[in-house]
């Protein structure tokens, strides 16, 4: 079992840039796939991000695509979610999320097995 711990958030102007963090204490993080979620006040929940374990494949949503990195250091068991130019679309809670060695990255929510806390991100115009 693996608990995510998201950090990072905050309040930031338009085309700032953040980079949220997402520690999970687990000796094999190694092999857990990590992905980012992300809810708006009165949207539902929806698919950032995500990288795999093993060989760091990642998958983006269209909406971040370009704008959005994710990456992992696996010796901090660490999953890093770099936001650039960002917009006040992007303002939501952002999750962070794991799948015991999950060879895709899932776009749907309930196929993810753990689940942070979440941080807050606004984006102010």
């Known amino acids: 079992q693996v608990q995510p711990v998201e950090s990072g958030g905050g309040l930031v102007q338009a085309g700032d840039s953040l980079r949220l963090s997402c520690v999970a204490s687990?000796?094999?993080?190694?092999?857990?796939?990590m992905g980012w979620f992300r809810q708006a006040p009165g949207k539902e929940r929806e698919f950032v991000g995500g990288?795999?374990?093993?060989?760091?494949?990642?998958e983006y949503a269209d909406s971040v695509k370009g704008r959005f990195d994710i990456s992992r250091d696996d010796a901090k068991n660490t999953v890093y979610l770099q936001m650039n130019s960002l917009k006040p679309e992007d303002t939501a809670i952002y999750y962070c999320?794991?799948?015991?060695?999950?060879?895709?990255?899932?776009?749907?929510?309930?196929?993810?097995?753990?689940w942070g806390q979440g941080t807050q991100v606004t984006v102010s115009s």
């Open positions: 687990r000796r094999s993080f190694n092999q857990y796939t």
């Open positions: 999320a794991a799948r015991w060695r999950g060879r895709q990255v899932p776009h749907s929510g309930p196929q993810w097995e753990y």
């Open positions: 990288i795999t374990w093993g060989n760091h494949n990642t």
